[in-house]
């Protein structure tokens, strides 16, 4: 396999997941909240996670009880002391994300669309701990950096936020049916093996469920460097009904596209090994006609 | 210990009652208690012991041989089954070695492998009979015997052995079974399919001309997208759940049906059928996995949902609306009834008085519907807690009762007019299997009695002696199975490095880390 869009590999690849070492740690205490860009090497960790293993994750229980506001503290008030999560987030209806970028990795695709699409928030989703908590540094950092004046673009970051959890069990956990505009899926990992398919991020079920977060009309954008698993998500979500494969005309001219093969940093290494890049978005159809 | 009976299940038209004792069903008429069929599933082969394997190769599992036929105890007046004579020794000489193979299991600390019967379900004529075992992932179906015909007997038409362990089934519309697996995927297979495995029709290879090279290429590309469920018979994908699916239960109104899921990680999802590609709504309001769905038919517009589970409450939903209308809590009930199950382990062990902390040691090992109420039953615990609407309230439940049991639920099966309830117990000191309880519409109660079927059931059902040694295992696999199915996390630990799918989905996981880490 010369061209794989497995993410790096770690230097401490025997190491338990969520394990760090002093070095790492020691690093990342002294550069919390640094304005400085973090160093994607303290915050390697083991290339997959298991996608069906009990995570210790945190995740609300509804999307009623998702407090919003930690993420998007410009866009949402902070909750006060006396409300409980559900008071508080019914009064945060006037925005929603819209955007969600799954198994974002180290954050490329929500860090260069966020200055592109301003008025509209986006979340970026990551299983592995460590690289969640390097996109949230890193986010962090661009918001320092423009309150301080050194932005490069002008850009706050108020729109963009990162989030831990397992998009294949935990999605409808955070949002509501239909609530998402877009979703991504860049350069997901490839699971060779046939007997693994059925951990791919893109399955007939797992179709279904993102259908179900997603409003007719929205997008579903996948790109991938490995030709068997771009057959494969373009057959599956050609298959599914509410689903429709987008032609390349109606795909001109669309930002998502380009930054999703040009700015993660899958498509950028992929770029730099001279590797193809598969493309292929589906429009969310209107559910069919259901009468008694 | 006597085995107890794990699954009880009641057809009211056809006057039948069935019981499974480990791998055994047994089948009564529910009026007489009359024993009228027996049949035992196929052991399987231990694959913790090696020497357990020469006996079961006479009776490969799950392929269903001509041993794998319903016996009748004696049916009077029935044909005697052509070839009688050379049957009977078989199934004397399967029942022997069954008894051999079955101290070789049980004898090994692995054991388990005993294929218990994990749940029972009739077609709503009552004409067929669907149950799923353990060990063997199958589902069976059995054409059932009644009226004229009738003569005791259960014939197994099919064998349909899934790859993994089937979670739960339900039946649609008497021709349908949607079986969903523990790794979360739901099939609709047919309801009869006599040949247990249609082997897939193997691509006959042929000289390929240039012309065809072309075609061959995308069919090759079309088969690297395919994914192989692994069923060799008809078979239909429905829906799949990233997590265990632990609960099936579809609910038609009009011309519409819904199919309600749960599964380990605490979500409810309702989907549309047939066009199961259209999630109609998650409830979300469990913190515990859900392991029971019931939609009372005394709400005529079946409005309600019941759900439980892994939490210490039970939540009736306005599922249409995708509303919480009541959430119950059921430990004050427990507290009440049986304090042992909540008492702090050990004496000086602080009371975890954690207001708004869940109570871990309460879950609901089952719902069942009585007529205008609910019976919720708490795994580890010799209660049944009565839930009932008034006529003051008719649209909330409230606690009514409790029911006292010599043993702890296992199961319930409510049939009869009267009605009536037959409850199977874990009731190692008074040898009771079952208990029988009547409504008492004057009194409003539930009263225990002795009547024809829990007399017979608990002298008929064949006495399965387990050796001590085994009672554990027994215990976790077959009687109490569903606190199993809680997360456990240590104290800052980031993942649960084990697949609740088990020990071999977990190695596969690591191995294709290490490969992905190689390539
Ligand atoms: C190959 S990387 C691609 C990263 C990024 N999208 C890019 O293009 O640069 C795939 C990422 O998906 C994450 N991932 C895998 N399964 C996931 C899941 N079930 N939920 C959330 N993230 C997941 C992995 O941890 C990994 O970081």
Known sequence: MTSTSACPAPSTAGAPAGGRTGKRKEYRIVRKGDVKLPKKKFYRQRAHANPFSDHNLEYPHSPDQMDWSTHFPAFFPPRNESETTAEHSSTQLQKQVEIADIGCGFGGLIVSLGPKLPDTLMLGMEIRQQVTEYVEERIIALRRQYEEGESENGHNYQNISVIRGNAMKFLPNMFHKGQLRKMFFCFPDPHFKARKHKARIISPGLASEYAYIVKPGGIIYTITDVEDLHNWMARHLEDHPLFDRMTPEELEGDVCVETMMGDTEEGKKVTRNNGNKFVACFRRREDPEWSD | ?519
């Not at chain 2, 225990?448 to 040694?469: L, M």
Request: proline residues 7%; hydrophobic residues 35%.
């Open chain 2, 1 to 519: 210990m006597i085995h107890p009976i794990q699954r009880i299940h009641a057809h009211d038209s056809s006057d039948r009652i069935y019981t499974a004792t480990s791998n055994t069903l047994h089948v009564f008429r529910a009026s007489t208690g009359e024993l009228l069929s027996t049949w035992t599933a196929p052991l399987v082969p231990n694959p913790n012991v090696p020497n357990s394997q020469p006996v079961a190769a006479s009776t490969p599992a799950p392929e269903p041989t001509s041993t794998d036929q319903a016996q009748s105890p004696a049916p009077p007046g029935s044909p005697a089954p052509p070839a009688a004579g050379s049957k009977k020794r078989k199934l004397a000489d399967q029942q022997g070695e069954n008894k051999k193979l079955r101290s070789s299991k049980w004898t090994n600390t692995q054991g388990g492998c005993n294929n218990a019967i994990a749940k029972i379900q009739t077609t709503e004529d009552g004409r067929w009979l669907v149950v799923a075992t353990m060990e063997d992932k199958a589902i069976r179906v059995f054409k059932v015997s009644v009226g004229e015909e009738e003569g005791g007997l259960l014939e197994c038409l099919s064998t349909r052995a899934l790859p993994k362990r089937v979670g739960d089934f339900a039946i649609l519309n008497t021709d349908t079974i949607l079986a969903g697996d523990k790794h979360g995927d739901v099939f609709a297979l047919p309801l009869q399919e006599r040949s247990s495995s249609i082997p897939k029709p193997a691509p006959t290879p042929h000289a390929l001309i240039p012309a065809d090279v072309r075609e061959a290429a995308a069919a090759e590309k079309r088969k690297r997208t395919e994914i192989d469920y692994a069923l060799p018979f008809t078979h239909r994908f429905v829906l799949g759940h990233v997590s265990m699916l632990l609960r099936i239960l579809p609910i038609a109104i009009g011309k519409k049906t819904w199919i309600v899921t749960g599964d380990r990680d605490e979500h409810i999802r309702v989907t549309r059928w047939p066009q199961s590609f259209v999630i109609e709504s998650f409830l979300l309001g469990h913190e515990g996995f859900v392991s029971s769905l019931l939609c009372p038919s005394w709400r005529t517009e079946k409005d309600w949902l019941v759900s439980a589970g892994g939490d210490d409450y039970i939540i009736v939903w306005k599922w249409r609306e995708g509303k919480i209308g009541q959430k119950l809590p059921l430990k004050e009930a427990v507290d009440a009834a049986y304090p042992a199950l909540t008492a702090p382990e050990t004496e000086d062990a602080p009371e975890t008085g954690d207001e708004g902390k869940q109570n871990d040691k309460i879950v609901v090992n089952g719902l069942w519907e009585v007529p205008g109420g609910i019976m919720v039953g708490i795994e580890h615990a010799p209660i049944l807690l009565f839930f009932t609407t008034t006529p003051e309230n008719p649209d909330t439940l409230t606690l009514t009762s409790t029911i006292n049991l010599p043993g702890n639920i296992l199961d319930v099966a409510v049939f009869g007019s009267e009605p009536r309830m037959l409850v199977s117990v874990d009731a190692a000191e008074s040898k009771e299997l079952v208990t029988a309880w009547k409504f008492d519409s004057g009194a409003k109660e539930w009263v225990s009695v002795e009547d024809d079927i829990s007399k017979k059931v608990n002298g008929e059902v064949t006495k399965v002696e387990v050796p001590d040694d085994m009672h554990d295992i027994v215990k976790s696999n077959v009687l109490y199975t569903v606190a199993t199915l809680r997360k456990t996390f240590r104290e800052g630990e980031d993942t649960r490095n084990r697949d609740p799918r088990g020990k071999e989905a977990e190695e596969e996981q690591q191995q294709e880390g290490e490969d992905a880490m190689k390539e």
